[in-house]
């Protein structure tokens, strides 16, 4: 327990450091939207097919369910408020990390391994600036977006399943949802949750890749503890914003 809150301390600290060195110039920018597209773009494979066939199982399930209580009509309604409100933003942070998180904090364990971080402090370079930044602010910015795409690829697979498979109105089934789900109360609730998730995952990346010890078995163990910490951190977080936001 003490050497985790150790670690707590020092990702603090960390975090810190990098936003009080934070600048944006022009070569930032570009650097910034190229990490958004490594981190976000090149994740749309496993977004767009993880998205489709969790609303595939989500809608499955829940109209089981639900026709045992002649209630199969509300499936599209728990089917909407579960991904905006928990499933959507949880999941596409997870896998974000499994991801982009891993691969932000080999990279940068690479980095530090073959010793490219101390060459930018030797050319007068800030690490944190160049390095840090931009995969902060992708993470930020790719996560939300991301869970957007998610939560379109998964109320796709519900309709696909309600409506082809188990022949149900599609009138029905958008009209339930539209009538119970609040844009603010629901849609946007899920949104505000994702761009904290985001800046998590990309934090926790881009710590552990630059603690990591400059082994191949340290950058290994970095990977490791970046998909562990995210995801323990994203669900203990998700219940905290749950209760105050609810």
């Known amino acids: 327990m003490l050497s985790g809150l150790r670690e707590m301390g020092r ?15 022009k070569l930032q920018v570009g650097e910034t939207l190229r990490q958004i597209y490594y981190a976000g773009a090149r994740s749309l494979v496993i977004i767009v097919t993880c998205g489709f066939f969790v609303g595939l199982v989500l809608t499955l399930q829940t109209y089981d369910t639900l026709t045992r209580f002649g209630a199969a009509d509300a499936a599209s309604t728990v089917l909407a408020l579960s991904l905006f409100r928990e499933l959507g933003p949880v999941l596409t942070a997870i896998l ?18 073959t010793e490219q971080l ?6 007068a ?21 991301l869970v957007v795409i998610f939560n379109m690829m998964a109320l796709l697979g519900g309709v ?16 339930n949802m539209q009538n119970s789900v609040e844009f603010g109360r629901d849609f946007l609730h899920g949104l505000g ?3 904290g998730f985001g800046f998590l995952a ?6 552990f890749g ?10 290994a163990l970095a990977t490791t503890q970046t998909v562990i910490a995210t995801a323990i951190s994203v669900l203990i977080l998700d219940f905290v914003l749950s209760a105050f936001m609810l």
Request: a positive charge; proline letters at 4%; hydrophobic letters at 55%.
């Open 118 to 123: 101390d060459a930018l402090d030797l050319m």
């Open 210 to 219: 630059w603690s990591a010890k400059a082994t191949s078995e340290g950058v």
């Open 96 to 113: 974000f990390a499994g991801r982009a998180g891993t691969s932000i904090t080999a990279e940068i364990g690479l980095m530090r391994a």
């Open 202 to 207: 990309a934090w926790l990346a881009v710590y």
């Open 11 to 25: 990702a603090v600290l960390f975090l810190g450091q990098a936003i009080s060195r934070m600048r944006l110039t």
């Open 193 to 195: 949750k994702s761009v």
């Open 160 to 175: 696909f399943f309600a409506v082809f498979v188990m022949g149900n109105d599609p009138v029905s089934f958008w009209g």
């Open 125 to 145: 370079i800030d690490p944190m600036e160049r390095i840090v930044q931009p995969r902060l602010i992708a993470g930020l910015i790719a996560v939300p977006a």
